[in-house]
């Protein structure tokens, strides 16, 4: 009977092979992870334990009146603050290139793209706005962008350049206002692309009055005002003034220096003078 009893309750006996291919698996996977681990820890000090790829270089393209040293500057500021609190964004990998390129912010700015070139190089390619016209406030010019804000202050505009003053109006001047609506001074510069060679449209400067923004004049070089409405084709009205110009000419010698104004307001054949 106790013989029986010992053999029901002796534990199932286990072959010692098994075991040992356990522990071998087990003793070979070790230095797998020890690899691994040295590996990581690897990427991990290089990318923050070094300096390689911080960014210790900004190259800065396209400037022609932006200080370039400016850029530099503003920019290295903003690599001083840190992601999360503990990473520093000087790391390329964590540079915050869209903030760069929105608080990069200049009334002289069209268009600004930042780039990063490994290991540790910054690339900002600045596009300028070009002057589009000039403004006369007082004696002093001021340059516009093409949305009629003022840019900067010059000493004098070029004798070809798109020249524009107000008609009874003193309005101050302070550089990035917008002083003319962008739609009259699209009509200000399609009118002088497309003004015919003729000596009565001897172009001096645009006159503008900005209780009245569907006019827009000129003054020619003989002092006369020439008149334009932007609520009628700048084709017609350029029509009706050749038209006008050779009918003078074949009726009354030396007219355009008599007369004051030329008006191409109102009707599509109709012109106004005096």
Do not use: C
Request: aromatic letters at 12%; zero cysteines; glycine letters at 4%.
């Amino acid at each position: 009977m106790f013989d029986k009893l010992h053999w029901r309750y002796q534990p199932k006996r286990v072959s010692p092979y098994r075991d040992n291919t356990k522990q071998v698996i087990k003793k070979g996977l070790r230095p797998f992870w020890i690899v691994v681990f040295i590996i990581i820890a690897g990427i991990v000090y290089l990318l923050f334990g070094t300096r390689f790829f911080y960014i210790n270089k900004i190259n800065v393209q396209g400037t022609r009146y932006l200080e370039k040293q400016q850029i530099v500057d503003k920019v290295n500021a903003l690599l001083q603050h840190r992601r999360w609190f503990i990473i520093p964004e000087s790391n390329i990998f964590f540079t915050p290139v869209a903030q760069i390129q929105s608080d990069l912010t200049d009334i002289r700015l069209e268009r600004i793209s930042v780039t990063r070139s490994f290991p540790s190089t910054l690339n900002i390619q600045i596009t300028e706005k070009q002057a589009s016209a000039f403004w006369s406030s007082g004696n002093r010019w001021y340059e516009l962008d093409k949305n009629g804000f003022i840019m900067s202050e010059v000493v004098k505009p070029s004798d070809n350049s798109v020249k524009i003053t107000f008609a009874n109006s003193l309005e101050p001047a302070e550089i990035g206002k917008q002083v003319i609506d962008p739609k009259l001074l699209e009509e200000a510069l399609a009118i002088k692309a497309n003004l015919p060679d003729l000596p009565v449209t001897a172009l001096d400067v645009f006159v503008i009055d900005p209780a009245n923004p569907y006019t827009i004049s000129f003054r020619n070089k003989q002092g006369a005002l020439i008149y334009f409405t932007t609520e009628l084709s700048l084709q017609t009205q350029l029509q009706k003034l050749t038209i006008f110009n050779n009918d003078k000419n074949r009726t009354e010698a030396g007219w355009q220096d008599k007369i004051h104004y030329i008006d191409l307001r109102y009707g599509t054949t109709k012109v106004y003078y005096q």
